[in-house]
Nanobody, 121 residues
Framework: DVQLVESGGGSVQTGGALRLSCEVL????????MAWFRQTPGHEREGIAH???????TYVDSVKGRFTISKDDAKSTLYLQMNGLKPEDTHMYYC????????????????WGQGTQVTVS
């Protein structure tokens, strides 16, 4: 099976930067489509970036130009570099993965990490 282990969250000031990591443990065949989501209690979960087959990448408008999703296959790790952080970026961040060819932020993801908190003040 697949386990996603996130790290890298924390507290930063407005304008600061953080890099989130998501290590993939298990059957990598089921992780060809990966994404980052974020959520605040009481609000809907929001997909913010995805990385699919052939390196296709999309971002939600609110993070375009500030966040960068990338993957190091040798380390089986997905990253989210977050620059120019704003207070409205304060959320719990989750990585997610799925297999198969269909891949977008609207896809149904089978595997989820435990979440890492990002707080911007």
């Amino acid at each position: 099976d697949v386990q996603l282990v996130e790290s890298g969250g924390g507290s930063v000031q407005t304008g600061g930067a953080l890099r989130l990591s998501c290590e993939v443990l298990g059957n990598l065949y089921n992780t060809y489509c990966m994404a980052w989501f974020r959520q605040t209690p009481g609000h809907e979960r929001e997909g913010i970036a995805h990385l699919g087959r052939a390196g296709l990448i999309t971002y939600v408008d609110s993070v375009k130009g500030r966040f960068t999703i990338s993957k190091d296959d040798a380390k089986s790790t997905l990253y989210l570099q977050m620059n120019g952080l704003k207070p409205e970026d304060t959320h719990m961040y989750y990585c997610a993965a799925k297999g198969g060819w269909a891949c977008s932020l609207e896809s149904t993801f089978n595997y989820w990490g435990q979440g890492t908190q990002v707080t911007v003040s």
